[in-house]
Nanobody, 118 residues
Framework: QVQFVESGGDLVHPGGSLKLSCAAS????????MGWYRQAPGKERELVAV????????NYGDSVKGRFAISRSSVKETVYLEMNSLNSEDTAVYYC???????????WGQGTQVTVSS
């Protein structure tokens, strides 16, 4: 059974930083690209960052380029998202899923809430 458990979300001031984690299970993590998504209130879920199975190739949404960094640990079967220079537009529930251009699995975790506010 595929499972994603996201954590690390919090309330942070504008300009602050957070590091999110997503523990994955139920599939062969080490050969699978992984992505972080987010969904803000009233908006569709959007792809934020992706990393390939090797960890060498990464791609980011235009709104987070230069501020966010995705990484992974195949040993821990965990994908991370380091977020810097946060602003109010980054406020959303953040999720992870497998895949490069789009999510592979229909099942999602509970997500982790990131709120950027002064």
């Amino acid at each position: 059974q595929v499972q994603f458990v996201e954590s690390g979300g919090d309330l942070v001031h504008p300009g602050g930083s957070l590091k999110l984690s997503c523990a994955a299970s139920g599939f062969t993590f080490r050969v699978t690209a992984m992505g972080w998504y987010r969904q803000a209130p009233g908006k569709e879920r959007e792809l934020v960052a992706v990393i390939d199975a090797t960890g060498y190739l990464r791609n980011y949404g235009d709104s987070v380029k230069g501020r966010f960094a995705i990484s992974r640990s195949s040993v821990k079967e965990t994908v991370y998202l380091e977020m810097n220079s946060l602003n109010s537009e980054d406020t959303a529930v953040y999720y992870c899923n497998a895949g490069w251009a789009r999510p592979v699995f229909n099942s999602w975790g509970q997500g982790t809430q990131v709120t950027v506010s002064s």
